[in-house]
């Protein structure tokens, strides 16, 4: 079967060298072709890509070898200007598109990948972002951290992306430096937080106090009178039981339980030895991240048995327990997600001194089906 015809629109290559007879003989002649080449690709470049001449018809015009031309269109292939298809045609890059709207920038979000694939809420949140951000005509620049991100190695990868502004959720006291260094680089810095570290730029704080309050409020109501509130090994003692106001505390037989390296089953276990008017309160995603790893059929037991507080990336499947309900303390990351990227598209003030406080919010006995990424 013979090949189609390629069908080919350009004008003759005398209309763009008109008395052209050939290079001098003491010329370079691949450099002169190259740049010869060049200016005619760029006058008959279009939005789409389409056939090139032919190297024959190339050769012929200029006077000069096959393989002389061969290596000029290889050159302008890496430049980027041709694609060279082996044994059809060689056609000419489309013009770079120019975007229906102007962007304003880029927003570059640092992300765990462990967490992004293994946490619902995660990922929802940086959806929830990078909606924002398009309707204020900013890009979303996900770079994702396998590893830890206070390493010299990422902070030069975020140079290298060029960002207008870094939003980075939840850093770590470690990462300040990085961030002045970015701030040293001209780049805008905003961070949203739950602690007491504060970070350069403007600063989001997410507190959970109102929702944790309210929380137990409830439990106590229900008669609930002895909480266990939990934590990693490495967690202060009291930052988790600073969410709950002094006038609540005194309510409550409040103590600790604290997850060791390597221990999730038998911390589990101990918590489901508990009395089942005891409330559990596991806000912290990394450690329940832990649990639902190496104990998911003793978290589905524990949270049938007692009042237990998370957050909304229960990563127990619906499947195993569709009639599960568990208490939720949420931020609201559509509402808040649209907040930051209006301030940033309003040119708010990204050095100012006190951070924009933001409140988690309190969901009661909400089923796993309303905890899917999906909703």
Not at 41 to 56: I, L, N, V
Not at 311 to 318: G, M, W
Not at 353 to 364: D, G, N, S
Request: proline fraction near 6%.
């Amino acid at each position: 079967m013979s090949r189609k015809p390629v069908s080919r629109t350009l004008p003759l290559l005398k209309e763009f060298m008109p008395g052209f007879r050939g290079f001098a003989r003491e010329a370079n002649c691949t450099e002169q072709l190259a740049a010869a080449l060049r200016k005619i690709a760029a006058a008959t470049q279009r939005r789409h890509s389409h056939p090139f001449y032919t190297m024959r018809d190339i050769a012929a015009f200029f006077r000069v070898p096959l393989s002389l031309v061969a290596r000029v269109y290889k050159r302008l292939a890496e430049e980027g200007l041709l694609v060279r298809r082996r044994g059809a045609m060689t056609m000419l890059c489309a013009r770079k598109a120019h975007p229906r709207v102007e962007v304003r920038g880029v927003v570059g979000m640092p992300i765990w990948t462990g967490g992004f694939l293994e946490l619902s809420d995660w990922r929802l949140r940086f959806v929830q972002f990078e909606q924002a951000f398009r309707k204020q005509n900013f890009i979303a620049d996900f770079i994702f951290a396998e590893g830890d991100p206070a390493a010299r190695d990422f902070l030069e990868r975020l140079i290298a992306h060029e960002l207008d502004v870094l939003l980075w959720a939840f850093p770590l006291p470690p990462y300040r430096e990085m961030m002045m260094s970015l701030v040293d680089q001209g780049v805008r810095v905003v961070s949203i937080t739950d602690g007491a570290c504060t970070f350069p730029g403007l600063q989001y704080h997410l507190s959970w106090t109102k929702a944790v309050t309210q929380g137990v409020k409830e439990w106590k109501a229900s008669g609930i009178s002895r909480i266990v509130l939990c934590r990693q090994q490495d967690d202060v003692k009291e930052g988790i039981e600073s969410h709950i106001p002094a006038a609540e505390r005194k309510h409550f037989e409040i103590e600790h339980a604290v997850l060791a390296h390597g221990e999730a089953a038998g911390f589990l276990q101990r918590l489901n030895a508990l009395p089942a008017e005891v409330g559990i309160v596991l806000i912290d995603d990394l450690l329940c991240l832990d649990l639902y790893r190496h104990g998911l059929k003793e978290m589905i037991q524990l949270c049938r048995k007692h009042r237990v507080m998370l957050k909304p990336s229960v990563n127990i499947p619906y499947t195993l327990a569709p009639d599960l309900c568990v208490d939720i303390v949420r931020a609201d990351w559509k509402k808040i997600a649209t907040q930051v990227a209006f301030d940033i598209g309003a040119g708010k003030d990204l050095s100012a001194r006190q951070p924009v406080p933001v409140a988690a919010e309190w969901k009661p006995r909400m089923p796993l089906s309303r905890l899917l990424p999906s909703g």
